[in-house]
């Protein structure tokens, strides 16, 4: 009973250099977000597709790009690392595109860029 | 500005104690609140509540939400080891996108 996995789990990169974040889930969840947890911050939203073939900026979108490849599959994309890019990011997905459902989070990728 | 407010901050208790988490939000068109426990990875889900009153309950956890007042605490009654994380609350907001409000969280340590 995989849930939500995500890979990799840890990953180092050089400012300017790119790196995709993928995100599975099993679940046949409609819905899948990205966040990102900073200390002090708590989570917030990157981007979110509501449905296959849509996704929408949340509330910090800037420097990244997604992707929902299927109903399974949303990765996550950063063109040009950038050391304020640095965090843990988590994918996350929920059964329903209407009204409010549990989401259901992966075990993170902790993201450093130097 | 949507905002969920988490407090206390972090908490230190001691195993057998009783703890009470709050989580006060101001958003506009609520449609849920839910807590969530973080180890150290992935936040677990724990309750969802939808309606003013009528208390959520999962062995020691215990939820309840007050929409008047905008706010929902969580209850940890005869806390153990296991009991340490943090806490997450958020609110879930209206609309078609299903989007959650995260607060900061409440970092509580279980002492033996």
């Known amino acids: 009973n995989a849930g939500v996995t995500q890979t990799p789990k840890f990953q180092v990169l050089k400012t300017g250099q790119s790196m995709t974040l993928q995100c599975a889930q099993d679940?046949?969840?409609?819905?899948m977000y990205w966040y990102r947890q900073d200390p002090g911050m708590g989570l917030r939203l990157i981007y979110y597709s509501a449905s296959e073939g849509t996704t929408d900026k949340g509330e910090v979108p800037n420097g990244y790009n997604v992707s929902r490849l299927n109903k399974r599959e949303f990765s996550l994309r950063l063109e040009s690392a950038a050391p304020s890019q640095t965090s843990v990011y988590f994918c996350?997905?929920?059964?329903?595109?209407?009204?409010?459902?549990?989401?259901?989070f992966g075990d993170g990728t902790r993201l450093s860029i130097l | 500005e949507d905002k969920v407010v988490q407090s206390p901050l972090s908490l230190v208790v001691h195993e057998g104690d009783t703890v009470t988490l709050n989580c006060s939000y101001e958003?506009?068109?609520?449609?849920?609140l839910l807590w969530y426990k973080q180890e150290k990875k992935a936040p677990t889900f724990l309750f969802m509540l939808?309606?003013?009153?009528i208390e959520k309950k999962s062995g020691r956890l215990s939820s309840i939400l007050d929409k008047k007042e905008l706010f929902s605490i969580l209850n940890i009654t005869a806390t153990q080891t296991g009991d340490s994380a943090v806490y997450l609350c958020?609110?879930?907001?209206?609309?078609?996108?299903?989007?959650?409000?995260f607060g900061t969280g409440t970092l509580l340590a279980v002492q033996p």
């Open positions: 996350a997905s929920s059964e329903a595109q209407a009204g409010v459902q549990p989401q259901h």
């Open positions: 958003v506009t068109n609520f449609r849920s």
């Open positions: 939808t309606s003013s009153g």
């Open positions: 958020a609110v879930g907001s209206g609309g078609a996108t299903n989007k959650l409000i």
């Open positions: 679940m046949n969840h409609n819905s």
